[in-house]
């Protein structure tokens, strides 16, 4: 069974910087696109950032140029990078992936979630 692993969320003051892990295992032929939504209290789920196997990028506009994503395909690990937090920021932070399971099915996969708290 294919489960998504995040670390990596924490309490900083706003400016600082705080970097997310989310590992993949389990039963994983490929990975294909993996990413970073969060919700903050009383909002919905929004999406942050996308990384694709190939390395592409895309970001929603709050984030850009403060974070960024990326991945180690040898590990189905993928990284959020996020610098210049703001209070805003505070949200859970999700990991979610699409894989190719070793019966060859596509399927999309979450992560439970790690807290991310933005003092300012």
């Known amino acids: 069974q294919v489960q998504l692993v995040e670390s990596g969320g924490g309490l900083v003051q706003a400016g600082g910087s705080l970097r997310l892990s989310c590992a993949a295992s389990?039963?994983?032929?490929?990975?294909?696109?993996m990413g970073w939504y969060r919700q903050a209290p009383g909002k919905q789920r929004e999406l942050v950032a996308t990384i694709t196997s190939g390395g592409s990028t895309a970001y929603t506009d709050s984030v850009k140029g403060r974070f960024t994503i990326s991945r180690d395909n040898a590990k189905n690990t993928v990284y959020l990078q996020m610098n210049s937090l703001k209070p805003e920021d505070t949200a859970v932070y999700y990991c979610?992936?699409?894989?190719?399971?070793?019966?060859?099915?596509?399927?999309?996969?979450w992560g439970k979630g790690t807290l991310v708290t933005i003092s300012s």
């Open positions: 979610n992936a699409h894989v190719v399971t070793t019966n060859y099915y596509g399927l999309e996969f």
């Open positions: 389990g039963g994983i032929f490929s990975v294909n696109a």
